[in-house]
């Protein structure tokens, strides 16, 4: 089972004989129904059946790149959006459980100086579900700050795992097996001040016949989802 549309925002995936993700809609509604960004992307797989690139048309048209290590593991992914120069990108890290244990997000301006901003700190448990992330936001950041987040998870199948799409396998929970039901963090500054951010979150999920069928974070954003049998 795959998800064919997610609700709040639109996201309806289309797939090729394979089974494969090769086009992807997202766009936004207002309250009134009427489209505020539509996006189309189409993703284009290397003869090894990776995904190699994405191109995205609409609002916030950009090209996204994928590079991969000697285990067929994403390492690198590189986005240029039209009309900015320059561009941003991820490089990641795994650990000897096959999960990836860092990430790094960085930017490149026209001259292809590199900046980074931030580096994550992955943590997952036995059952292949991120445990932990740890924050750190490295440079052009005032003052700076490291955010701990810890998850908890149900016992049903992500419907995002390994989902080849840029904005979701950029999420820090697109790796893990389950859905989040609940996550606690907290936020530190540096130099050490009294000002510290907690937060935390329940996930209402529903399901239907073992499969996520909608999930409500919080009181902002709520996701309703369509399969397909294939």
């Not at 795992?161 to 500054?189: A, W």
Request: proline share 6%; net charge negative; hydrophobic share 30%.
């Amino acid at each position: 089972m795959v998800p064919a549309r997610a609700y709040n925002v639109y996201a309806d995936f289309f797939y090729d004989e394979s089974g494969r993700v090769n086009t992807f809609d997202h766009f936004l509604i207002d309250k009134y129904g009427i489209p505020l960004m539509t996006q189309h992307t189409t993703i284009y797989y290397d003869s090894k059946g990776r995904p190699e690139r994405e191109r995205t048309e609409g609002q916030e048209a950009r090209l996204v790149r994928y590079g991969y290590d000697a285990l067929n593991r994403v390492q690198d992914i590189w986005a240029t959006t039209d009309g900015i120069a320059g561009s941003y990108g991820y490089h990641f890290k795994y650990g000897g459980a096959g999960f990836p244990e860092e990430r790094l997000y960085y930017v490149l301006n026209a001259n292809g100086d590199s900046t980074t901003l931030s580096r994550d700190h992955y943590v997952f448990d036995s059952k292949g579900d991120l445990e932990s992330l740890v924050r750190n936001y490295l440079s052009n950041i005032s003052p700076p700050f490291i955010t701990t987040i810890n998850y908890k998870y149900d016992d049903k199948p992500n419907p995002w795992l390994n989902l080849p799409v840029f904005i979701y396998r950029t999420s820090p929970v697109f790796n893990s097996q389950h859905n989040p039901v609940e996550s606690d963090g907290i936020t530190r500054y540096f130099p050490p001040t009294t000002s510290v951010d907690s937060l935390g979150h329940k996930f209402r999920n529903k399901y239907n016949d073992g499969l996520l069928e909608e999930a409500e974070y919080g009181q902002q954003y709520a996701w309703k989802y369509v399969y397909e049998t294939f």
